[in-house]
Nanobody
């Protein structure tokens, strides 16, 4: 499974961005992770084919994960962005039956797209 992210960029605090991840094929579980400079990779949002989702506490209520299976595309709508949301955002995919925010549970990864939020 090949994953290609797009949609990153620079935005001011309070702004919005929508990330996209185009997959060579859709898997049952797909997710977004991020990694800030000098920190580990953390799960942001995950979702299953049938719609079940989970979010990290830091983005709950601000970010929305969605997928268009007909287009093999995963999205992350990010609103009310904060400087602490800055980082490289990665798309990940796995054959799993429940949404997960653990890096160890994903087999396929994209190259990432940079998001920078300025105050």
């Amino acid at each position: 499974v090949q994953l290609v992210e797009s949609g990153g960029g620079s935005v001011q605090s309070g702004g919005s961005l929508r990330l996209s991840c185009t997959a060579s094929r859709v898997t049952s579980s797909m997710a977004w992770f991020r990694q800030a400079p000098g920190k580990g990779r953390e799960g942001v949002a995950a979702g299953l084919t049938h719609g079940s989702t989970t979010y990290s506490d830091s983005v709950k209520g601000r970010f929305t994960i969605s997928r268009d299976n007909a287009k093999n595309t995963l999205y992350l709508q990010m609103n009310s962005l904060k400087p602490e949301d800055t980082g490289m955002y990665y798309c990940a995919a796995a054959w799993a039956l429940r949404p997960s925010l653990k890096t160890s549970e994903f087999d396929y990864w994209g190259q990432g797209t940079q998001v920078t939020v300025s105050s």
